[in-house]
């Protein structure tokens, strides 16, 4: 693969929509490296911190959490975006967006979210509540709500992993609905993929739910890696051998996601192409593709649907849902600088937006001062 073989594909930061609310141009970082600035320096972004991946805190110190899984992902983003030749700042910056909408307890506190919404005819889904987050919840700034971002990230985050036609979400009509958003927004989505499964592939052996034979028999990869590191450090303790494999695996679906996308894009010439496509530019070749799902299929089978995590989940969207009751009951228990704020809203989204901020253990306190049982 030629360096910088995506360059022609990269977008223009001189053609950026720009922010909702005008600016002066800072003397030395550009617009998406002032973005990226400000999602790390926002308090939604620090609450990542004490948020669930997949293991929830009290196993271990050494599991990711959500903000860790975040690094992941942008370090994989960006050496993903600087061989390709596209944005790195604002590939950087998406990446270190990409989260931050989520609730606590991981995608379990999502669906619980969800199912509770629903019963008043709403829905939460992170990415959206992300965009609320960037908009409007964070207030640092005395001359403009939320962080005004670019509309380049903003539409990076409600579409990086998925996209929507028009009018199918009325409130996103804003963002060239129907239209595929620039490659730097496309990759996050696959790059999350190889942090997450690569990371669950480690901590579900930290944890003792992965057994390196039993990966060698369900992903081909993994064997071919396992067998490689037996040659080449037979004395090594299977930790040792693990960690190995597990950095080839990176290795290897950052190559076949790079080598994929090269090859889906060979007939596009511009960033307009790209947004024009019927599909997605950004892909796995064929044999990552196999890969990851194998992967995916034994993760699922062993790590996701364990006993262990399993009870954890519904232990913690109990926690949520006797939370949210609580509060639609006695909206007074709410902070009052919160319920001034939230005025706008009806009680049931105020309940979910206050739930959605809070860290994993913030809830848990919470529930034990308002003596949920």
């Not at 005008?22 to 490296?33: D, I, K, S, T």
């Not at 892909?283 to 062993?302: I, W």
Request: proline share 6%.
């Amino acid at each position: 693969m030629p360096p910088a073989a995506l360059a022609h594909l990269r977008f223009p930061l001189e053609r950026t929509c720009g922010r909702r609310y005008r600016e002066p141009p800072h003397p030395y970082r550009n617009e998406f490296q002032r973005d990226r600035d400000r999602v790390v320096h926002a308090r939604a972004f620090r609450r990542l911190e004490n948020k669930t991946q997949v293991f929830t805190p009290g196993l271990s110190d050494h599991f990711r959490n959500r903000l860790t899984h975040t690094i992941e992902v942008s370090q994989i983003a960006r050496t993903v975006a600087g061989v390709l030749g596209i944005d790195e700042d604002l590939t950087e910056a998406l990446s270190l967006a990409h989260d931050i909408g989520h609730p606590p307890f991981a995608h379990a506190g999502e669906q619980e979210l969800d199912r509770l919404l629903s019963g008043f005819g709403e829905r939460f889904d992170h990415n959206l509540h992300a965009l609320r987050i960037v908009e409007s919840f964070e207030r640092p700034y005395p001359s403009f709500p939320g962080l005004n971002l670019t509309f380049e990230v903003r539409e990076g985050i409600v579409k990086h992993s998925r996209d929507f036609s028009p009018g199918e979400i009325p409130e996103l009509d804003e963002y060239f609905p129907g239209m595929r958003p620039p490659l730097e927004a496309q990759l996050i989505d696959l790059c999350d993929e190889i942090a997450y499964n690569t990371a669950d592939l480690d901590d579900g052996y930290r944890a003792g739910l992965v057994d390196i034979d039993d990966a060698c028999r369900a992903v081909d990869k993994v064997q071919e890696l396992a067998e490689t590191a037996a040659i080449q450090f037979p004395g090594a303790p299977e930790r040792v051998r693990m960690h190995s494999v597990v950095r080839g695996l990176i290795n290897w679906l950052v190559s076949g996601l790079m080598e994929g996308t090269v090859a889906a894009a060979a007939a596009l010439a511009s960033v307009e192409e790209v947004r024009a496509c019927d599909g997605r530019v950004a892909r796995f070749s064929p044999e990552t593709a196999a890969g990851t799902r194998q992967l995916k299929s034994f993760l699922r089978d062993t790590v996701y649907e364990s006993e262990r995590l399993v009870s954890d989940r519904r232990y913690s969207t109990g926690r949520i849902a006797g939370l949210f009751e609580f509060f639609l009951a006695h909206p007074d228990r709410l902070p009052a600088n919160y319920l001034e704020e939230s005025a706008d809203q009806p009680l049931h989204r105020r309940v979910c937006d206050y739930i959605a901020g809070m860290t994993d253990g913030f809830l848990l306190r919470t529930c034990e001062q308002m003596n949920i049982p």
